[in-house]
């Protein structure tokens, strides 16, 4: 049996975690202003206070994000920390070294280098490269192996590390959907970003992506969150550093960092998320690079758009699983038929996970609008309150649908029957993508 056919074995938890999400609450008529309204939406979901002081600037691709990550890492002076669904040598426009080499250097100086990578995301690594960070001094750890005779906390190959997240010195931070996978080394501006999807290679493709940097109190939870997964997943004792030194106040957006994962109860985005749809007013604009939603969000954005909200979708128009665009292809007709506007992406591989309601709250991180996000997968998101980061974000959504091709109602509707029956099929395995 493939590695991949073994992520795909039918899972109870699956099921469970689907049906029994917690209580989203209703949507309150609440005050007039967008800002208010959903922040005292997200207070009444999980009691949480949102972080404030917090500066955010949007990393668009691999071309702004490695080479922003690359110069934090440069400038390390006590310890990088990286959680990684991929994480390979690669390296940056502009930058002498690869990532590799660049963390062996930091080693060399006396920076702390913590690396927790995902087992079947990273397979393409080779040990060897782990091997040496080890001796050279990384403290490096695999989430979850899919050998069986090296888990450390039980035998669980269908839950994944899907986040993103690199903390440097505990005072910038930077999450969202890139991972250190060499595709983002691909030319997005150059003649041959053109992909129809049918007998290419989404390998060396242009993929679009999103990521963000953060300064400020939102920091400390995303440190938080790296040093309890390395705890749940067993690691080795790290040596004391200075994880959570004083922060400032460095912007003005509200945060909330949410982290995701199947053994800690309800799934904490996705409940915020369904939240956010419900209440939305005036409009809903959302990017993920995998769409296979769960009931209560198909919903949601469906009763969103017959009650007049301006509801749009970009989302791909291919990527590495043919299933999961049919068992999204599946949702189309009830969207399209109230009144949601889609937006198939094209140019690219499409992979960021983006969402703004009323222009004014925004969400930002590894999280799709699948199944898999929510019931199997260790997720970490970003939910921002402010104008600012709404708006930086609809420019780039904004930007992706006017390269994207609209997907009309009548269009649909002419579909091939091969096509339909590829959804139907879909339909029956909708639990495991």
């Known amino acids: 049996m493939s590695i991949t056919s073994l992520l795909r074995l039918p899972l109870l938890a699956c099921s469970v975690a ?135 906390r039980g035998w669980l190959p269908n839950n994944r590390d899907h986040r993103k997240i690199l903390v440097v010195d505990g005072r910038v931070a930077f999450m969202g959907g890139v991972n250190f996978d060499k595709v983002y080394e691909n030319d997005c501006h150059g003649p041959s970003t053109g992909f129809t999807g049918a007998g290419e290679d989404p390998e060396a493709a242009c993929w679009r992506d999103t990521s963000i940097r953060i300064e400020g109190p939102a920091v400390a939870e995303l440190q938080r969150l790296f040093l309890h997964n390395w705890q749940v997943q067993r690691g080795e004792p790290l040596p004391v550093r200075a994880w959570f030194p004083p922060l400032r106040v460095e912007g003005s957006a509200r945060v909330r960092i949410l982290g995701s994962a199947p053994t800690a109860g309800a799934p904490r985005y996705y409940l915020t998320l369904v939240a956010a749809l419900r209440g939305a007013r005036q409009r809903i604009w959302a990017s993920t690079g995998f769409f296979v939603p769960t009931h209560a969000e198909r919903e949601e954005l469906a009763r969103a758009a017959r009650r007049g909200v301006d509801v749009r979708l970009v989302l791909p128009a291919w990527n590495d699983s043919a299933a999961a665009l049919a068992a999204g292809h599946a949702a189309y007709d009830d969207l399209l038929e109230a009144g949601v506007r889609i937006f198939e992406m094209h140019r690219a591989v499409l992979h960021s996970k983006l969402a703004v309601v009323d222009g004014a709250w925004t969400a ?68 495991l993508l």
């Open 18 to 152: 689907l049906a029994a999400c917690g209580s989203i609450p209703a949507a309150a008529p609440g005050p007039e202003d967008a800002l208010d309204r959903h922040g005292q939406q997200m207070e009444a979901l999980d009691g949480a206070p949102l972080l404030a002081g917090n500066r955010i600037d949007i990393l668009r691709d691999g071309a702004e994000t490695f080479p922003a990550m690359f110069r934090a890492i440069a400038g390390a002076r006590d310890h990088v920390n990286l959680e990684f669904f991929i994480l390979q040598d690669v390296r940056a426009p502009g930058m002498a070294d690869s990532l590799f080499t660049l963390l062996a250097g930091k080693l060399q100086q006396g920076v702390a280098v913590n690396l927790l990578y995902d087992s079947f995301g990273s397979r393409a690594t080779p040990s060897a490269a782990w091997a040496e960070l080890r001796r050279r001094g990384a403290h490096v750890l695999e989430f979850n192996p899919l050998d069986p005779t090296r888990s450390r």
């Open 364 to 431: 930002i991180g590894s999280s799709n609008l699948d199944r898999r996000s929510v019931a199997l997968n260790d997720e970490v998101d970003a939910v921002a309150l402010g104008r600012d980061t709404a708006t930086a974000v609809e420019r780039v959504l904004a930007t992706d649908m006017r390269e994207g091709q609209a997907v009309s109602l009548a269009e649909w509707r002419r579909r091939s029957l091969g096509a339909r029956l590829r959804e139907l099929a879909s339909r029956l395995v909708i639990d």
